[in-house]
């Protein structure tokens, strides 16, 4: 009789902690807060190892107001499937707002990150998947050692706050867009790698790599009149792919684009950026480089001008020469 008395207790701990643990899925049904247990099928997630919390329904979670933080061991926003989903982030006074090992936001799903801490403890991590993750305040903050994040496909704009991020892989179909904030890494060695796209608008952002800055996408340069935000490079920059110059740039003005301690390649204008190319109308940029050395003497840089198309600079110089004329009749 003890046996199964304690047979049945054992089943009955058990399933209290298969519902405790399950994973659990947004419905929204009495309202907006992530802590409100009613507002998930199965209750709020937990972040019990290897279960997950979802948001799929198209609502909206709000993490806002609570003594505790919130927890996931997976969180996904949205789906494979064409489910929607959308999560809000604010501070709630402690070490962190959010904790997750898996995050996941799937495309026409977003994670708007206004203040708080949102910590992956993951080594590796797939941030979105064709969704987007809107840094407005706050850090988004991982640190494993060794481990390495990525950016699948999709969007990450930063416009404020805080993204200190271990090693960074941008994959092809991804971008990450700073225009403001500070994108750094803790760990030295740590590294940034661009198989998808960088865009750096403006001069609102800064922009530190520790180790390694590689890329083989595209870095948009997009220049906000005499200002850009330059990137940082602890080592070594390695190119073997294009700069594509955009924005509203100053006739005459040089922008620092990157600063590192050698370059591996160098890097190309986009065709349509350089000489003969259309999108400036008559005018188009220089590039300018130094690679630096390996004992860290001497800086690498690159650099670019925006200068007058040559036909423009003859034009410019035979109104010069008609001004003299006209002097000196008088």
Do not use: C
Request: no cysteine; proline share 2%; charged share 15%.
């Amino acid at each position: 009789m003890r046996n199964v008395t304690i047979v049945l207790a054992v089943a009955a701990v058990l399933a209290l902690a298969g519902s405790a643990w399950a994973d659990t899925t947004w419905d929204g049904s009495e309202g907006s807060d992530w802590f409100t247990a009613e507002n998930w099928d199965d209750g709020v997630p937990t972040g019990a190892s290897g279960h997950s919390g979802s948001i799929v329904d198209g609502g909206t979670a709000v993490i806002s107001s609570s003594s505790v933080a919130a927890l996931a061991y997976t969180l996904i926003v949205g789906d494979s499937a064409g489910g929607t989903g959308h999560l809000e982030i604010y501070d709630l006074g402690l070490s962190y707002s959010l904790q997750t090992r898996n995050t996941t936001v799937y495309a026409n799903s977003t994670i708007t990150h206004e203040g708080g801490q949102h910590y992956l403890y993951r080594p590796g991590f797939t941030l979105v998947s064709g969704g987007t993750y809107y840094l407005k305040g706050g850090e988004l903050y991982h640190s494993y050692s060794g481990g390495t994040g990525n950016l699948s496909s999709g969007l990450v704009e930063q416009s404020g706050g805080e993204a200190d991020l271990e090693n960074l892989n941008i994959n092809v179909g991804a971008t990450y867009k700073i225009y403001g904030g500070e994108f750094h890494q803790s760990r030295a060695a740590n590294i940034l790698n661009v198989e998808g796209t960088f865009h750096v608008k403006g001069a609102g952002g800064t922009i530190t790599v520790n180790g390694d800055y590689t890329q083989t996408g595209t870095l948009i340069a997009e220049v906000v009149g005499a200002n850009i935000s330059q990137i940082n490079v602890g080592d070594e920059a390695a190119f073997s792919s294009e700069i594509d110059m955009e924005g509203t740039p100053v006739l005459n003005q040089e922008y620092t684009l990157l600063v590192a301690d050698y370059l591996n390649g160098l890097p190309t204008l986009k065709a349509e950026d350089a000489i003969g190319g259309t999108q400036w109308g008559a005018d188009y940029w220089t590039i300018d480089t130094n690679v630096g050395t390996d004992d860290d003497t001497i800086d690498a840089y690159v650099k670019v001008t925006y200068v007058p198309e040559p036909a423009t600079m003859v034009l410019l110089g035979l109104g010069g020469i008609g001004v003299l004329i006209r002097r000196k009749r008088r």
